[in-house]
Nanobody
Framework: QVQLVESGGGLVQAGGSLRLSCAGSGSIFSINAMAWYRQAPGKQREPVARITSGGTTNYADSVKGRFTITRDNAKNTVYLQMNSLKPEDTAVYYC???????????????WGQGTQVTVSS
């Protein structure tokens, strides 16, 4: 059984910062790419940032220069540092990870339960 648990969401004023964390636990042999997605009310879930096992990162245009994704492979944890937050960043943020549970297992994509980020104007 694999779990991804997010933390760090909350309410912040525009221009403020938050740091999200997502820790993987359970039967994890290896984690390939890890990513953050978000879903605002009435909108589809969209990718925010992604980081490979080697540390290569990609960002949505809307967050470039403001958000930073990092990971700690020893802790099976991915982080999202969010600076200069805007009201349009308000959403539920979800962690995603491509995980193998054994050396020979297929890689599956797992999701966390989500954490709410609300940015007030």
């Amino acid at each position: 059984q694999v779990q991804l648990v997010e933390s760090g969401g909350g309410l912040v004023q525009a221009g403020g910062s938050l740091r999200l964390s997502c820790a993987g636990s359970g039967s994890i042999f290896s984690i390939n790419a890890m990513a953050w997605y978000r879903q605002a009310p009435g909108k589809q879930r969209e990718p925010v940032a992604r980081i490979t096992s080697g540390g290569t990162t990609n960002y949505a245009d809307s967050v470039k220069g403001r958000f930073t994704i990092t990971r700690d492979n020893a802790k099976n944890t991915v982080y999202l540092q969010m600076n200069s937050l805007k009201p349009e960043d308000t959403a539920v943020y979800y962690c995603n990870a491509d995980i193998k549970t054994t050396r020979w297992a297929t890689t599956y994509s797992y999701w966390g339960q989500g954490t709410q980020v609300t940015v007030s104007s």
